[in-house]
C-alpha cells in the first residue's frame, strides 16, 4: 500500500515540476515558431485555420494540468501562446456546436476518454486546477457517436482523493 502511495505521489510531483518548467506564458508575439519548438519541443497537436494561421497545442496531459495554445501567423511567426487548461477557457465550450476535432484543436487531446454506459456517451477528462487552485478533471460530453459536445462539468481529480486524511 505504501509502494503504491509513492508511485502515485512520485508521478503528481514529476508532472507539477515538468509542467511548471515549460511556463510558454513568457513566449513574446513575433518569436519563430522555429525558436519555440526548439526550446519547448514539437506540438502534440496542430490544425490548420481556413485563415492560413495554424493553431498548436502543447500538452500537458495526461497527468499535467497546463496545456499551451499557440496561434501561428502565416509566416511562421508566434500570435499568442497561453495557457488553455482554465475554467475561463473551458467556457468557450458553451456556445455553439462543437466537434471532437474543435475540441482537440483548443485543448489539445484528453488525459483519459471514456465510454459511458448508462447515458451511451463517450466522455473527455481533461486534466488542471479549477480556479488555478483545485486539482480537477473537465468532463467533456460527446454524445453517443463522441462527434459533439453535449454537455461538460469539473469534478475533483480522482488522483488527488483519499479515504485518509494524511494520504502520504
Same mark, same amino acid.
Given at each position: 500500500? *505504501? ?17 511548471? =518548467? ?5 513566449? +513574446? +508575439? ?13 506540438? #502534440?497537436?496542430? =490544425?490548420? *485555420?481556413? #485563415? ?9 496531459? +495526461? ?17 499568442? %501562446?497561453?495557457?488553455?487548461?482554465? #475554467? ?8 455553439? *456546436?462543437?466537434?471532437? *476535432?474543435?475540441?482537440? =484543436? ?9 465510454? %459511458? ?17 483545485? +486539482? ?26 483519499? #479515504?485518509?486524511?494524511?494520504? %502520504?
Amino acid at each position: 500500500m *505504501k509502494n503504491a502511495r509513492m508511485t502515485k505521489l512520485s508521478v503528481l510531483v514529476g508532472a507539477a515540476l515538468l509542467t511548471g =518548467c515549460a511556463n510558454m506564458n513568457t513566449v +513574446p +508575439p513575433g518569436t519563430p515558431l522555429a525558436e519555440v519548438i526548439k526550446k519547448y519541443g514539437k506540438p #502534440d497537436t496542430i =490544425c490548420k *485555420k481556413d #485563415d492560413g494561421t495554424e493553431r498548436l497545442i502543447w500538452s500537458g496531459q +495526461p497527468y499535467g494540468q497546463f496545456s499551451w495554445g499557440g496561434t501561428i501567423a502565416k509566416d511562421g511567426k508566434v500570435i499568442k %501562446i497561453e495557457q488553455v487548461l482554465t #475554467d475561463e477557457q473551458f467556457e468557450v465550450l458553451s456556445v455553439g *456546436k462543437w466537434s471532437a *476535432k474543435q475540441v482537440e =484543436c483548443q485543448f489539445g487531446p484528453p488525459a483519459n476518454t471514456y465510454g %459511458i454506459a448508462k447515458g451511451n456517451e463517450i466522455v473527455w477528462a481533461y486534466r488542471y486546477k479549477q480556479y488555478d487552485i483545485w +486539482p480537477s478533471m473537465m468532463y467533456v460530453y460527446m454524445g453517443s457517436d463522441g462527434q459533439h459536445v453535449t454537455r461538460f462539468h469539473p469534478a475533483p481529480d480522482p488522483l488527488t482523493l483519499s #479515504d485518509s486524511l494524511f494520504p %502520504i
